[in-house]
Structures are given as C-alpha cells and as structure tokens.
C-alpha cells in the first residue's frame, strides 16, 4: 500500500497562476482532507470530503476550490494564486466513523510558493 | 474560545528528562483522543490513541485523559534526541480537531 500520496511534492507560482494539487489514497477511504500548514498556526482545514461526489467547507476555503469524482481522488485547485497561500499542503484520509481503527493518514506534504 | 488549546512552544529539554504535553478543550462530546507526532518536513503521523478518560502506555509514552477537567496529556520518559519533533493533540470530530502543536527539540 502506498497510503496517502500526494503530487506534486514542490511548486512556485507566480501571483495570478492556477494549479491544481493531487492527492490519491489506496486504503478505501471514505473521508478525505486537504489542509494548510504555516508556522505558528497549526494545521487548518482547507476543504474535506465525506465521500465520492461530496465536498465541504472546512476553517480556511477561500480561494481554494475542490473535487471527489473519484472515490480515491481528492484534488485542491487555486484558481488565482496569491502569495498568502504560500504554505505547507497536506492530505489525509481516514475511514468511515468513530473509534480506535478510524486512524487518520497524512500525506508527505506539498511545499507552494506564491512569488 | 478555541475547540483546542495546546502550548506551541517551543519546548528544549536535555536527554534524559521526563517530557509533559497537554492540551485543552472545550466540547465534553468528544470521547477519542489522539497524539501525532510530526518531524520537521514531514506529514504527522498518530502516535497515541486513547477513549474517554484514563492512561495507556507505550513504551516510553504515556497517553493520560482527563474528561472532568477536559485536559489531555502525553509524558515522555528518557526522552532521545529522535523525539525531536512537534506533537499535535486532536480529538475525534468530523473532522478531527486538532491543537497547533507543540514542537519540542530534545538536546543531546
């Protein structure tokens, strides 16, 4: 199992630009997550999703837009990138419910830059 | 009032010592407790997982959950160097909820 990948592992931007980041999991995760990680604030929710064909808004959305199409797949677009979401981007998943084998995964991380 | 409250730290102790974490919170819902450890570049990864009150040990790590004051902690004894990292309290929501962490660099 390669668990919680996520692509691309480093990008700079230039103020204005789009991308769109990766995340893929293989573990049948139903719940799925993208946050931001800057200095100071801790992880903060960007988006999440409870299943295929779902999305939510989670502490942070603006400017971010996101995607389930498939049940593996979770994608964060920036349509307009500004140099305030420089950051740190994580993906994680976890299974369906509560208790002690609902064990959320992180991915490794994607390292933005805005310029 | 934060969900969550953890002390950011940074933390330095020397080799040896004897490590307290904690974390506070405020919705007496929550029955799952977690600790993730996260070394620098890296993503977190769960390292302690408790439910509802009381203490479980691993190793050199011990989880302990105070529901009545609604204050969780995590000791580490004979701290290493490789502890060297930030630790992340969360509580099982949807989503989890997690503190900021607290980075703490232990000192050969």
Not at chain 1, 92 to 111: C, I, K, M, V, W
Not at chain 2, 56 to 83: H, M
């Amino acid at each position: 199992n390669a668990g919680v990948t996520q692509t691309p592992k480093f990008r700079v931007l230039k103020t204005g630009q789009s991308m769109t980041l990766l995340c893929a999991q293989d573990m049948n995760h139903e719940y799925m997550y993208w946050y931001r990680q800057d200095p100071g604030m801790g992880l903060r929710l960007i988006h999440y999703s409870v299943g295929e064909g779902t999305t939510a808004k989670g502490e942070v959305p603006d400017g971010y837009n996101v995607s389930r199409l498939k049940k593996q797949n979770f994608l964060l677009g920036l349509e307009s990138a500004a140099p305030s979401q420089t950051s740190v981007y994580f993906c994680a998943s976890r299974p369906y419910g509560q208790g002690l084998n609902n064990e959320q995964f992180f991915g490794p991380g994607t390292r933005l830059t805005v310029l | 009032q934060k969900e969550v409250e953890q002390d950011p730290g940074p933390l330095s102790v020397p080799e040896g010592a004897i490590v307290s974490l904690n974390c506070t919170y405020s919705n007496s819902a929550f029955q799952y407790f977690m600790w993730y450890r996260q070394y620098s570049r890296k993503g977190p990864e769960l390292l302690m997982y408790t439910y509802s009150s009381g203490n479980k040990e691993d190793g050199r790590f011990t989880a302990q959950v105070d529901k009545s004051s609604k204050y969780i902690s995590l000791f580490i004894r004979d701290s290493q160097p490789s502890d060297s990292a930030t630790y992340l309290c969360a509580m099982m929501g949807t989503p989890l909820v997690f503190g900021k962490g607290t980075r703490l660099s232990v000192i050969a």
